[in-house]
């Protein structure tokens, strides 16, 4: 797999963390999946003050978050979890938006979508410049969450549209947040998903993160909120105490977590054997 890194394109974990970490995903599944057990996993990491918030639509594309801009419809489940426990209301974009001094909102594109670049384009970037203008939090960051390519024996309609060849829907992915989303130099941080999930498929774990071929699991779930506390807080990992309920986290796996997640804070667009 190429590296398709050039310079300045890291963005993973250049956040100057303060001890808090309030966060708003613009998303859809994939966005609940990886936010899942954030909380726990910060928490224990020693994060002091957490906050996380997401707008959640089904298959939620960028174009369908931007028809929402600047309409009052209540559109999305709004989760929220500020004890380590999610609540849900309805909300529109610019309540959800507005609901706290979110220290980064995130974005992404629905998964079907993720390597294609004509989904980006114009949309990309009016929802992009929305979203900096709706912040309230003027030095407030603006995240790219880069999703993964769906399991080898997934069914979903759209894998044809990559050959249904996961390493292929993986390079795509990358070559469209190359192109897209960090050529544009509108986003502070990546969370390279994509990546740490995949370098974790090449450990002995296997391709066993998806609960259906396209969302994630458990351990899916747990594996990519470690992308996230790395992405956002630059925290180095160690391992964490929580364990998810029911998942059996042995040494090696936890180290095969934590190595996968720092080989994709250090290569984001890029595989590590």
């Given at each position: 797999?190429?590296?398709?890194?050039?310079?300045?394109?890291?963005?993973?974990?250049?956040?100057?963390?303060?001890?808090?970490?309030?966060?708003?995903?613009?998303?859809?599944?994939?966005?609940?999946?990886?936010?899942?057990?954030?909380?726990?996993?910060?928490?224990?990491?020693?994060?002091?003050?957490?906050?996380?918030?997401?707008l959640y639509i089904?298959?939620?594309?960028?174009?369908?978050?931007?028809?929402?801009v600047g309409s009052s419809e209540q559109a999305?489940?709004?989760?929220?979890?500020?004890a380590g426990t999610w609540t849900m209301r309805p909300a529109s974009l610019a309540e959800g938006v507005a609901?706290?001094?979110?220290?980064?909102?995130?974005?992404?594109?629905?998964s079907p979508d993720s390597?294609?670049?004509?989904?980006?384009?114009?949309?990309?970037?009016?929802?992009t410049e929305h979203l900096r203008r709706m912040r309230t939090k003027k030095d407030g960051l603006l995240a790219w969450h880069m999703t993964w390519a769906f399991a080898r024996n997934a069914d979903h309609p759209a894998f044809g549209r990559y050959g249904c060849d996961q390493m292929r829907m993986y390079a795509a992915i990358c070559e469209a947040v190359r192109d897209q989303v960090l050529s544009s130099g509108l986003y502070d941080i990546l969370i390279p998903c994509g990546t740490s999930l995949q370098n974790l498929r090449g450990t002995f774990v296997g391709d066993t993160l998806n609960a259906d071929g396209y969302h994630l699991n458990t351990l899916g779930c747990f594996a990519a909120g470690?992308?996230?506390?790395?992405?956002?807080?630059?925290?180095?990992?160690?391992?964490?105490?929580?364990?998810?309920?029911?998942?059996?986290v042995s040494p090696a796996l936890s180290q095969a977590i934590v190595r996968s997640v720092e080989d994709a804070a250090a290569s984001p667009l890029a595989v590590t054997a």
């Open positions: 797999m190429s590296d398709f890194r050039h310079d300045n394109t890291n963005l993973t974990g250049k956040r100057r963390f303060d001890g808090t970490l309030k966060v708003l995903a613009v998303g859809n599944s994939f966005s609940v999946n990886t936010m899942q057990y954030l909380y726990q996993i910060a928490e224990a990491a020693g994060v002091r003050q957490i906050v996380l918030g997401d089904g298959g939620c594309s960028i174009r369908r978050h931007l028809d929402n999305y489940e709004y989760y929220k979890n500020t609901d706290e001094d979110w220290d980064v909102i995130t974005l992404q594109q629905c390597g294609l670049p004509e989904t980006y384009g114009a949309d990309f970037l009016s929802m470690h992308m996230w506390l790395r992405a956002l807080t630059g925290l180095p990992l160690a391992g964490t105490p929580f364990r998810p309920e029911g998942l059996d």
